[in-house]
Structure formats: structure tokens, C-alpha cells
């Protein structure tokens, strides 16, 4: 049985189960018990059903006990139907009827639950439809790895056993400046495997503005207990300053941690401590530690986040310094997202002096959090993308879409507006390119307002709240927009050349089907 029959088969089992429960409820003598149970025995039996013509077509392409499972779903979602309550003059349906819908369910079982969609909601780094796509070079590095056997962990040049780490220490190194690296699964993994091998039974210093929750549930608090580390909130809410770290540091304190607020900003009487300050209070310990002859030392980590490479004007004026920065401000430590700012595959990169991130390597959770042949190919040739800064703004989608110039995004929205009307009647729908917001997503740049173009539907045959529900469940593949009171905005900012027809096919797709 294929995995999803063996899904199918389970919730057929819990809905076998709910049926008889409420069977023996309702098991009462009265004659609405007994006109039910009528009904209920008007059903044809699952043998009944498979034989249909309909179901007979289909027993070529699926297994005979998907099948099987396909019709008992129907038939049990009737037996519910009918137990919740039915009209006097309802009749059941016909064993055609049944074994038509058998087929339509079986057939909605088998498609792919992950799959491509189309992005015109205008939100560039869209946690939910997977934060940045790969450019082109990371798609056929993903597919030529994926293709056979690989030097995940061999290396051809000693002829011998290679580790999977080197495929793209060395250009992390090169981009950042960094001395060593090492990438994991996420940056939330990586922040709880610095903690866990440098702060784990010590203290960590973190301001209390800092404490931050970072979407699908990753709080800096919590990720400290996971870790066992004590965390050590200083300052305020608005206002931290050197004299708050100075006052909590002791012999127990392992690190000074600087977390980045990705997703939020603190205006007007604000302040923190910089990570140049940081590192100044860092070194005065260790001086002092040395001294006393004590050999472990307090380390400067910064969770930056987003994951900066290339110095630019866009990042700047939006207060993301670059990794380089970091490092050079005298961080000991720096993690960041690979598929946020950074545009690449899902993963924690954690750049540092050597003699930390030696420390890494070998710590226990590097094993469980390693990153798998298919990402590593994404993560190193979107980094070699990055050798050349000018081809990476345009190769790399998410930062194309993040800097593009709006009058090239205008450019896309007129070309868009030109398809949707060769394709779909005016009567029906009308088109207009207008100026919005787009935004940045994935928890980066939360005050950024990007100018953009979009195409306004207005709809004159269907609605706009129906049309965007057919986008996203008819089509194929799904188009998800951005539905407002009485229009559908398809943003052109997030779209790719390629996305305009499937767009003009959605909606005349959806007005052909207009009653
Ligand atoms: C996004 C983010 C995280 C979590 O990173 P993931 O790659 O989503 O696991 C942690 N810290 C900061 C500051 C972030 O911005």
C-alpha cells in the first residue's frame, strides 16, 4: 500500500470508529432511529461500488485497496451525513453518484501535497510558501547531485574519505571574511548548538530588548533552557547599556549574547549595546580571567538573522549590517539564516574564529542538525554565486526582488495586465496596473515599505473573494494573490516571466466556470 492509502486506510479506521459510536447512540427505538437506520441500509456495499464502470477505469492506474479505501471514505462521509441528520424527503445518492466521487477523492489522495505555486501576494520572503526560491545555478546543482552517487563525503583529490563541511567552509569564508565555518540545519539549530557548547551550565548575558520571539515559535527564552544555558537579562525594554552588562558579568559568565530584532523595530528613546561595546567588555574579562589564570574565556555571539553578504544601499538604509561587519566589529561568533537576506536553501551558517568553530564540529548536535546532499549543493552554489556580486543581485531571486528598480517591476505589472487581457473579456474582468507596497517577509526588514506595481482584477462576472479561492485551490499550480474587499492584487514584484500566462489562464479559467 502507498503511504497515502496507508493514511487514507487510517482515517478510515477513526471514521469506522466514529460511525459505530454514534451508530450505538443512536441505537434508540423511536422512528426517526428507524427511518435512519433505513437510509442507512438503502447504502450499496464497497463490493457494490468497485464494480462500477467508473471505479473499473480508474483499477488500471491505482492499486485495488486504494481504491477500496477511496470508496469506504465516501461512503462513511454519507453515513455521517445521513447520522448528523437529514431532511424527510433526502434521498441517497445513487451508486453512480458514489463511485463518481470514489474517483475524484482517489484521484485528490494521489496528488502531491508539497508542490509549486505561484507567488503573487508581493511578500518576497513568504514563510509559508518556503522563503526564498533557489536561483538557477542551486537548482542544477540540487539536480545534478541528486542525480546518483555524489562527493558528499569523498574527496577526489587525496582519492579517500572528504568531509562534507569543506564543500563550503572555504567560500563562506572567502564572502565573509570569516577564519572557519560551519552550516546546520537552521539558524535556529545553530543558535542552540552555540549555546549548548559554549554556554551550556554557564551564564548568558542577553539584553532584556533582545528577548525576542521569531515567527513559527523560535523565543530566544526558550531556546536558553533548551540548551541549559542561564540566561541573564539585563537593561529594559528600550534602554541597555554597558554598565548592565558590566554589573552581571562573573566568573560564571559565559557569553554575551546580541540578538537581532529581525522582526521588529523600537523607535524614539531607545538604546543598545553595540557589538564593538560588547566586545570591549569581553575583552577587560578575559584580561582579568587570564590573569587569575582561568581558562575559560567569555565569547561575543551574535544571532544576526537574516544574513547579509553584499554591502548595499537597500540593507544599509534598512539598519542590516553585512556579516563582514559583524566580524569585524570583533564578534566572536555570528549565525544567520540561509534562506532569508542570504537567498538560498533552509539552514543555520555560523561563521567565527577557529578555535570556536573547531569546537563546533565536534560538539555532538553538529551530527544531528548536518545538512543533507541536497542542500549543501543549494548552499554552495549560491554562494559561488555571490564571487561576483553584480551577478548574484540579478541571479539570486530574492535579492533581485528585494532591490529591483519599481519601474522595471512596472515593466512586468504592464506586460501582465497586456496577457490578462488578450485572455479574459473585458465584460468580465477589468484590469488596472497600480502602485502598492510590496514586503519583505520571513521576519526580515519589517519597517521596509518597497515600492511596487500590481494588477488590480476587478471583477464584473463572479467575485473577487470566489476568484481567489479557485486561484488557490483549482488551479494547477495554485496562484496565490493578495485579495483585498473587491479586488484580487497580483503584485508583479514576486512574479517571474514565466508566471504570466499560468496567471491569465487561472482567471479565465475561473470566469469560464461562472454560472
Ligand atoms: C530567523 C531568525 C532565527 C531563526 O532562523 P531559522 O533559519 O528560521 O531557524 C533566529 N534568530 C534570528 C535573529 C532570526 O532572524
Known amino acids: 500500500m502507498t ?13 469506522a470508529a466514529a460511525t459505530s459510536n454514534a451508530n450505538a447512540k443512536k441505537a434508540t427505538t423511536t422512528n426517526k432511529g428507524n427511518a435512519l437506520n433505513e437510509l442507512l441500509r438503502g447504502l450499496p456495499q464497497v463490493d457494490e461500488v468497485m464494480k462500477h464502470q467508473n471505479i473499473e477505469t480508474l483499477k488500471h492506474a491505482l492499486a485495488h485497496d486504494f481504491l477500496r479505501t477511496a470508496v469506504r471514505d465516501v ?18 445518492p445513487t451508486t453512480e453518484e458514489i463511485a463518481h466521487k470514489s474517483c475524484v477523492h482517489a484521484l485528490q489522495l494521489i496528488k502531491p501535497s508539497l508542490r509549486h505555486v505561484v507567488n503573487a501576494s508581493g511578500v518576497i520572503i513568504h514563510t509559508n510558501l518556503g522563503r526564498s526560491t533557489l536561483c538557477k545555478e542551486a ?5 545534478d547531485v541528486t542525480k546518483g552517487y555524489s562527493t558528499l563525503e569523498y574527496s577526489t583529490k587525496t582519492m579517500s574519505r572528504g568531509s562534507r563541511h569543506d564543500h563550503i567552509e572555504q567560500l563562506i569564508c572567502t564572502l565573509t571574511g570569516a577564519e572557519a565555518a560551519i552550516a546546520v540545519n537552521n539558524n535556529a539549530a545553530a543558535v542552540m548548538m552555540v549555546l549548548n557548547e559554549f554556554a551550556k551550565g554557564y551564564e548568558a548575558i542577553v539584553s532584556r530588548g533582545e528577548l525576542v520571539e521569531i515567527g513559527g515559535s523560535f523565543r530566544v527564552p526558550d531556546i ?3 540548551s541549559n544555558a542561564k540566561m541573564v537579562e539585563v537593561g529594559t525594554t528600550n534602554k541597555t547599556h554597558v554598565e548592565d552588562y558590566e554589573r552581571n558579568i562573573n566568573e560564571n559568565t559565559a557569553m554575551l549574547l546580541k540578538v537581532h530584532p529581525s522582526n521588529y523595530r523600537m523607535e524614539g528613546f531607545v538604546e543598545d549595546v553595540s557589538i564593538k561595546d560588547l566586545q570591549k567588555i569581553a575583552t577587560a574579562e578575559n584580561a582579568r580571567r587570564k590573569k ?9 555571539y551574535e544571532d544576526q538573522g537574516s544574513g547579509v553578504l553584499i554591502e548595499d544601499e537597500f540593507f544599509k538604509k534598512n539598519g542590516e549590517h553585512t556579516i ?3 566580524l569585524k566589529l570583533g564578534v566572536d561568533i555570528v549565525s544567520f539564516s540561509g534562506d532569508k537576506l542570504l537567498g538560498g536553501p533552509q539552514a543555520g551558517i555560523i561563521v567565527g574564529r577557529k578555535e570556536f568553530i573547531d569546537r563546533l564540529k565536534k560538539n555532538p548536535l553538529a551530527r544531528a542538525l548536518r545538512l543533507d546532499k541536497m542542500t549543501l549543493a543549494a548552499l554552495e552554489a549560491t554562494l559561488r554565486t555571490y564571487l561576483n556580486e553584480e551577478e548574484a543581485r540579478v541571479k539570486i531571486p530574492t535579492l533581485r526582488m528585494l532591490t529591483e528598480d519599481a519601474a522595471v517591476t512596472k515593466k512586468r505589472a504592464d506586460k501582465l495586465k497586456k496577457t490578462f487581457e488578450k485572455e479574459v473579456s473585458s465584460d468580465d474582468v477589468t484590469f488596472k496596473v497600480i502602485s502598492e507596497i510590496s514586503r519583505a517577509g520571513g521576519g526580515s526588514l519589517p519597517m521596509c515599505d518597497i515600492p511596487t506595481y500590481c494588477v488590480c482584477a476587478t471583477f464584473n462576472k ?30 508583479a514584484r ?22
Open 324 to 326: 563582514t561587519d559583524a
Open 462 to 491: 463572479g467575485t473577487a473573494e470566489e476568484a481567489d479561492r479557485y486561484l488557490i485551490q483549482e488551479c494547477e499550480p495554485p496562484i496565490i494573490a493578495r485579495l483585498t474587499k473587491d479586488c484580487v492584487y497580483f503584485d
Open 139 to 143: 537548482i542544477e546543482a540540487v539536480n
Open 3 to 15: 503511504k497515502t492509502a496507508e493514511a487514507a486506510k487510517a482515517t478510515e479506521n477513526k471514521k
Open 75 to 92: 461512503l462513511d462521509d454519507i453515513r455521517q451525513t445521513i447520522l448528523a441528520g437529514v431532511d424527510e424527503d433526502y434521498k441517497i
Open 292 to 300: 587569575e589564570g582561568v581558562k575559560n574565556k567569555v565569547i561575543v
Open 224 to 226: 536558553m533552557a533548551m
Open 494 to 515: 514576486t512574479l517571474d516571466e514565466d508566471d504570466l500566462p499560468l496567471l491569465a489562464k487561472g482567471v479565465q479559467s475561473y470566469i469560464s466556470q461562472v454560472k
